[in-house]
């Protein structure tokens, strides 16, 4: 992984009316940090410009701070433990927090198993990673496609790669799954099944499209293979047009890292690919095991078939 070389200028806040541009934000009294694991005296989050990624937050020491997408931000929670988090070292802090270009209202604490209490951005636990051997190094980026650097408001740096064209979807054979809907790169399209189709409605927000990126209509829809009078839209929450097809808003998924892949399908008993007629895919679901902890250097690339009731 090549490392990305940190700007030195700080960006200004962005924030609602004047105030000073180092806030300090005091989590609740917490328990002390258990035996054996390392917290810095005091915490800054600063945000910083990196050449090909953009923003993304460093700590007091110049270091770039992680999220991880197995974690969850609704409610904040993380699954990165023993092993993972020697390789992933926590961002932990039982004083103030204090911030510059950062908005303050976003940074929290969670706490872990072992009583710490980790840092959050918008609700996601953020983390060093042990290959990053000095200041301005970010080597970290997009290992195992579920750690990426993050951004001032707690997204994943580098995440959405500018399009590279219209937006297409193509009926295509997928080897060894069979028909499905693709986009002009090559990567399968999917329905949700707590979404709804007549009247079109999507219900998949927030942290959950980050997860599963929908397919925004950019006006110019081409078809390749599929009736286009099955083709539509339908206004979202945030008030972009998202692409249906059949009626069912149509998603990516962020574990598909190459084209034609269908890790996706089958997640939590509500994502499904979708296939030419605009239903989901009758393929065969491959069964998913949890993990007991995510590994250090291997995680996982999809995520274990369970639903915790978010239905993502």
């Given at each position: 992984m090549a490392a990305a070389a940190i700007g030195l200028v700080t960006l200004s806040a962005c924030t609602c009316g004047p105030q000073s541009p180092t806030d300090t934000y005091a989590p609740p009294p917490t328990k002390v940090a258990a035996a054996g694991v390392q917290q810095a005296a005091d915490v800054t989050l600063s945000a910083v410009e990196v050449d090909g990624l953009g923003q993304i937050l460093t700590d007091q020491d110049g270091y770039p701070l992680y999220r991880f997408t197995m974690?969850?931000?609704?409610?904040?929670?993380?699954?990165?433990?023993?092993?993972?988090?020697?390789?992933?070292?926590?961002?932990?802090?039982?004083?103030?927090?204090?911030?510059?270009?950062?908005?303050?209202?976003?940074?929290?604490?969670?706490?872990?198993?072992?009583?710490?209490?980790?840092?959050?951005?918008?609700?996601?636990?953020?983390?060093?990673?042990?290959?990053?051997?000095?200041?301005?190094?970010?080597?970290?980026?997009?290992?195992?496609?579920?750690?990426?650097?993050?951004?001032?408001?707690?997204?994943?740096?580098?995440?959405?790669?500018?399009?590279?064209?219209?937006?297409?979807?193509?009926?295509?054979?997928?080897?060894?799954?069979?028909?499905?809907?693709?986009?002009?790169?090559?990567?399968?399209l999917y329905l949700f099944t707590k979404d709804s189709k007549a009247p079109s409605k999507s219900v998949c927000n927030g942290a959950c499209a980050e997860k599963w990126p929908p397919v925004i209509d950019?006006?110019?829809?081409?078809?390749?293979?599929?009736d286009k009078a099955i083709i539509g839209s339908v206004t979202r929450d945030d008030g972009t047009e998202q692409v249906t097809v059949g009626g069912w808003p149509v998603y990516r998924y962020e574990g598909d890292t190459d084209a034609g892949q269908t890790n996706g399908h089958g997640v939590a008993g509500t994502w499904f690919v979708i296939e030419p007629a605009g239903c989901k895919s009758a393929a065969p679901v491959q069964p998913r095991e949890a993990p007991a902890e995510a590994p250090a250097d291997t995680a996982p690339d999809t995520e274990p078939d369970t639903d915790t009731g978010t239905g993502y």
């Open positions: 974690d969850s931000a609704e409610p904040p929670r993380s699954n990165c433990d023993t092993a993972c988090a020697a390789k992933w070292p926590p961002l932990t802090s039982e004083v103030d927090i204090e911030v510059s270009g950062v908005d303050r209202s976003l940074i929290g604490t969670v706490t872990r198993d072992d009583g710490t209490n980790q840092v959050t951005v918008n609700g996601w636990p953020v983390y060093k990673f042990a290959d990053d051997a000095a200041p301005g190094e970010v080597n970290g980026q997009g290992v195992n496609g579920t750690w990426f650097a993050v951004t001032p408001d707690g997204g994943k740096a580098g995440a959405q790669p500018e399009q590279s064209g219209p937006v297409q979807v193509v009926a295509a054979e997928l080897p060894g799954f069979g028909p499905a809907l693709t986009d002009q790169d090559g990567q399968t950019d006006g110019n829809v081409q078809v390749t293979g599929l």
